[in-house]
C-alpha cells in the first residue's frame, strides 16, 4: 500500500472529537499502543466487585456510556452500567442492570457476560453472552442507559461473542457470533447471521476459523463492533492459543467486504497485541487481552479499542485506521 493510498482509508460514521487519546510512545513503533496509565478500571471499581473486564463503551450525549461485565464477590457475572465524561475515568453503577422483560421466561437467566453495545438506527443495542440453559446470545436495548429491555436470545445455545454491524445489511440486522459448547470451548469458528427483525435470525455464513501453530490456533470470536471503512469492515477479534500453560488470548484484525460480510478480504497473520503486561499476565485468568468495544473518529482516523485483561481489569489501546488497514493488507494471509 503507498504513502497515498495508506492516506485514502477513511472511517465511515459519525464525527467524535473528544474520542479518548493518547499519541503512541515515540520509543514504539506498534500499530496498537496501550494507554500509558492502563488499567483504566480497577477490579473493586464497586464495592462488590471481584473484576471488571471484557466491557462496551460507546459515545453518548456528547460524553460516554457503557454496559460493564462485573463478577461480583459471590463470582456471580453480571451486567452493569457506566458513564463517564472522558472515556478513560469511568464511574460503574454497583447494581447490576434491571432488564424489562415481555416473556418472564427470558428472566431465567444464570449469568451474563461480555456485553457489546452499538447505535443502531434508533437506540443502542446490547448483546452478550446470556445463560440460558448453557450460553447463548442475550439481545437488548436501551434509548438512555436507565431503562433495558430484553429482546430476545438470538439462537439456541451454545454460543458467544455475538456482535451487532453498526447498520443494516442487504435489509437486515446483522451479527456475527460464535457457536460454542458448555464450558472453555476448546475450538471456535465465526460465523455471521442476518435477522429481518433482531428476533429471528437465519441466513448463516461462516466467516473464518482458527488458523493452525499460530496465536489463533485454537479458537477465535469477534470483538469490538466492526467499523466501517472504505476499504472493507474492519474487524478487531480474538485469537487463542493453548499454551502447555492453558489458554492465551490475543487480539488481531481481518478485512471483510462491505456488501458480503462473510467474505474475508484480508486478515493479518500476526497478533495486534498479546498479553505482555503484568495486568494482562496476572489475574484471575492469566494472559488474556480480550476486546469488546472500539471508539473511531472518522475526522482524524483514530481508534480507541477497550480491552478486558487477565479476566481481572479494563485496559484501553489506540490505533490510527490507515495504519491498522496498511498492517493487516500488507501482512495478510487470507
Ligand atoms: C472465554 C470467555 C471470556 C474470558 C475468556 C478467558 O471463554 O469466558 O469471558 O475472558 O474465556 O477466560
Redesign the pocket.
Known sequence: MSEMARASVKIIGDSLPNIPWQDRPIDSSDVVWRYGHNPIIPRNATPTSNSI??SAAVAFNGKFAGVF?VDDTCRLMNLHVGHSEDGIQWDIAPEPIEWKFDDPELARMVHR??PRVVWLEDRYYVTW?NGYHGPTIGIGYTYNFEEFTFVENAYLPYN?NGVLFPRKINANFAMFSRPSDTG??PFGDIFYSESPDMIYWGKHRFVMGPKSWRWESTKIGAGPIPIETNEGWLLIYHGVLTSCNG?V?SMGAALLDLDQPWKVTHRASPYLMSPQMTYECVGD?PN?V?PCAALHDPDTGRIAIYY?AA?TVTGLAFAHVDELVHFVKTNSEV
Do not use: K, S
Open positions: 473486564f471484557n461485565r457476560y461480555d453472552c458467544r472453555h470451548t489458554y488470548y485468568v488474556v480480550f478486558g479476566d
